[in-house]
């Protein structure tokens, strides 16, 4: 299963810089373990954040909280996003599913999206 899991780190807590670093060192090479036994697909630092974005291929919902709750930097994320992707051969199968259910019907059209 596919995940996207992404972390930042929006302010940091009282802690000597050089500790910071020996922390985000492990975490990549945390990370750099992860690629090399297929478990991160892909991924990197946010641009111009503190913060990561990563693909995962876990088994599951427990595995990839597992993962994520093992990261060195964990009790510093000040926030964590986790959402489960449908992997690009699924979600081509389902758009033609789907269009092969619609395309004979001319006056079906989308409704207009509402104001949030």
Excluded: C
């Amino acid at each position: 299963m596919l995940f996207l899991v992404k972390v930042e780190i929006e302010k940091l807590n009282q802690m000597p810089v050089k500790d910071f670093f020996q922390l985000l060192i492990k975490e990549w090479e945390f990370y750099e373990r992860m690629k090399k036994r297929g478990k991160v697909l892909a991924g990197g630092k946010l641009a111009g954040r503190r913060g990561a974005a990563a693909i995962f291929d876990a088994e599951d919902h427990a595995e990839i909280e597992a993962i994520v709750t093992r990261l060195p930097l964990f009790p510093l994320f000040t926030k964590i996003e986790i959402t489960p992707l449908v992997d690009q051969e699924k979600a081509l199968l389902d758009a033609r599913r789907m269009f092969q259910m619609v395309k004979d019907l001319d006056t079906m059209i989308f409704p207009p999206d509402k104001p949030s």
